[in-house]
């Protein structure tokens, strides 16, 4: 029999209390690069992991040229993965912040080829872009648009309901009355709806009102306003799930931080609220701190 020496670089040594070891740790060569299909569909924009798994499901996906529906299939970088008649690539994660300007639709695509809001951010990256929500046309201001399809969903998920913040200017001055009642909430054709706070902008006369929300239903701050007999004028977005247009010139765009990333994740990582605790919170009143007047552009 023979013996290994201890210098041996070959021999095993003995394990010790507390050590792992990484005999059976080893890299499989044949899982390298491989990737969930579900997480390659949400890096190349097309929706959440969840969403990605129903499209699966669904046969709607193939993979070098071979429908795949089953949940947990792996694929490489260099797979050809179709959805929708195109071919969809892992992406590097894009979220560029743009000051909408008015006259400018949010969609990827409009049949009628009016402007849209990928106009003004064609520039800034290889990668395509899809908006975080919408802004109507006559509607200005805080825009996100990412490839991020994970991060998307979450932000407009009404469970979670980014924080947003207008600036409406309307065509007559709101009474106290109304101004509370946005707040106790408004009876919408699509459901109630109410604002999380709601305050006159100083030295405005009453005519112009900052609101503050979570909801993200279609117009919905202008159907409030209507409801109460008041037209809106101007629309404002000054803030969204954060973010704000400072510095950032209407028309301009420009690249979220690293820091900015990470803070967006946080704030709105998957977590499933605690029960009744939806119930529990309750809308602050009008007569909260007034919003400072927005800065002209």
Same mark, same amino acid.
């Not at 239903?217 to 409030?224: A, F, I, L, Q, S």
């Not at 990333?261 to 602050?284: N, S």
């Given at each position: 029999?023979?013996?290994?020496?201890?210098?041996?670089?070959?021999?095993?040594?003995?394990?010790?209390?507390?050590?792992?070891?990484?005999?059976?740790?080893?890299?499989?060569?044949?899982?390298?690069?491989?990737?969930?299909?579900?997480?390659?569909?949400?890096?190349?924009?097309?929706?959440?992991?969840?969403?990605?798994?129903?499209?699966?499901?669904?046969?709607?996906?193939?993979?070098?040229?071979?429908?795949?529906? &089953?949940?947990?299939? #792996?694929?490489?970088?260099?797979? /050809?993965? $179709?959805? !929708?008649?195109? @071919?969809?690539?892992?992406?590097?994660?894009?979220?560029?912040?743009?000051?909408?300007?008015?006259?400018?639709?949010?969609?990827?695509?409009?049949?009628?080829?009016?402007?849209?809001?990928?106009?003004?951010?064609?520039?800034?990256?290889?990668?395509?872009?899809?908006?975080?929500?919408?802004?109507?046309?006559?509607?200005?201001?805080?825009?996100?648009?990412?490839?991020?399809?994970?991060?998307?969903?979450?932000?407009?998920?009404?469970?979670?309901?980014?924080?947003?913040?207008?600036?409406?200017?309307?065509?007559?001055?709101?009474?106290?009355?109304?101004?509370?009642?946005?707040?106790?909430?408004?009876?919408?054709?699509?459901?109630?709806?109410?604002?999380?706070?709601?305050?006159?902008? &100083?030295?405005?006369? #009453?005519?112009?009102?900052?609101? /503050?929300? $979570?909801? !993200?239903?279609? @117009?919905?701050?202008?159907?409030?306003?209507?409801?109460?007999?008041?037209?809106?004028?101007?629309?404002?977005?000054?803030?969204?799930?954060?973010?704000?247009?400072?510095?950032?010139?209407?028309?301009?765009?420009?690249?979220?931080?690293?820091?900015?990333?990470?803070?967006?994740?946080?704030?709105?990582?998957?977590?499933?609220?605690?029960?009744?605790?939806?119930?529990?919170?309750?809308?602050?009143?009008?007569?909260?701190?007034?919003?400072?007047?927005?800065?002209?552009?």
């Amino acid at each position: 029999m023979s013996r290994v020496s201890a210098s041996d670089p070959e021999a095993r040594k003995p394990f010790r209390k507390g050590e792992r070891s990484n005999r059976f740790a080893l890299p499989n060569p044949a899982n390298e690069g491989l990737v969930r299909l579900n997480r390659y569909l949400a890096q190349a924009g097309v929706g959440s992991r969840r969403e990605a798994d129903e499209l699966i499901a669904s046969g709607a996906v193939t993979v070098n040229g071979k429908v795949v529906t &089953e949940l947990g299939t #792996k694929v490489r970088p260099e797979d /050809k993965v $179709h959805f !929708g008649g195109q @071919r969809l690539s892992m992406e590097q994660k894009r979220y560029v912040l743009l000051n909408k300007p008015k006259d400018f639709i949010t969609t990827t695509d409009d049949p009628q080829e009016r402007r849209t809001v990928m106009n003004l951010v064609a520039a800034a990256c290889s990668e395509r872009l899809y908006p975080v929500g919408r802004l109507d046309r006559n509607t200005t201001g805080v825009l996100l648009l990412t490839n991020d399809g994970d991060l998307a969903k979450r932000l407009t998920h009404p469970s979670h309901g980014a924080e947003k913040i207008y600036h409406a200017t309307l065509d007559k001055a709101m009474t106290k009355a109304d101004l509370e009642q946005l707040v106790k909430g408004v009876h919408l054709d699509d459901g109630p709806a109410h604002a999380v706070e709601a305050s006159y902008v &100083e030295d405005s006369g #009453k005519r112009e009102v900052g609101l /503050k929300l $979570h909801m !993200g239903r279609n @117009r919905v701050v202008r159907r409030m306003f209507e409801a109460l007999g008041y037209e809106v004028v101007k629309l404002d977005r000054v803030m969204f799930a954060g973010l704000t247009k400072k510095e950032l010139p209407r028309g301009h765009w420009r690249h979220l931080s690293e820091k900015e990333v990470t803070l967006l994740a946080r704030q709105h990582a998957t977590v499933k609220p605690r029960p009744g605790a939806q119930a529990a919170r309750k809308p602050r009143q009008a007569d909260s701190p007034r919003p400072r007047r927005p800065r002209k552009d």
